[in-house]
């Protein structure tokens, strides 16, 4: 006799308008940058209420597997030291360049993500916006992948929230969230 696996579907899409580091969810998504030792915006908020746990985990990753750094569209998790989620899931999005598409890298980056938390067990996940801050990715078109991403891709990942810093964002993931 055997036991068949977790049932592989989309996933649940909510949309909340706060702080990502505030989100009691299996597992919370870090917009990082390549080195994973903290950074501004998400990255920043994360390590900073998360405290130094998720550091000491980042630095050991530098120190093993991710010598040169975690490479963009991939993904890694650690604990979440303080924050209420489990884990955070690292994952590092492209920089946008109107010159260039750069969709798939910020595609890979959520499917990752869901691959990623899929080998933990998570059931719950929150993402922010991946690259839409400092990496410049106009809003609506990081909505846009972000929300088609999620929903294509087959996942035991049972419910995504979307954390969304503005009424900008949140209205732009709003739009795509039918």
């Not at 910020?106 to 869901?114: G, P």
Request: aromatic share 6%; charged share 20%; with cysteine.
């Amino acid at each position: 006799m055997s036991t068949s696996p977790p049932s592989r579907s989309a996933p649940a899409l909510t949309l909340v308008q706060g702080d990502i580091t505030e989100q009691a969810v299996d597992a919370v998504v870090n917009a990082a940058n390549s080195s994973l030792m903290g950074g501004g915006g998400v990255d920043g908020a994360i390590h900073r209420r998360g405290g130094p746990e998720i550091l000491a985990e980042c630095r050991a990753l530098r120190a093993s597997k991710y010598g040169r750094g975690l490479p963009t569209g991939e993904a890694v998790a650690t604990t979440a030291g303080r924050l209420p989620a489990r884990w955070v899931i690292h994952t590092v999005g492209p920089v946008y360049a109107a010159s260039e598409d750069r969709s798939d890298l910020l595609a890979s980056c959520y499917r990752a993500s869901l691959r990623v938390a899929d080998e933990l067990g998570a059931r719950t996940v929150a993402f922010p916006a991946i690259s839409a801050g400092i990496y410049g990715w106009p809003m609506d078109d990081a909505a846009r992948i972000a929300v088609q991403t999620v929903c294509d891709t087959e996942t035991a990942v049972e419910e995504v929230c979307f954390v969304l810093f503005d009424e900008h964002a949140y209205a732009a993931f709003a739009a795509q969230v039918q």
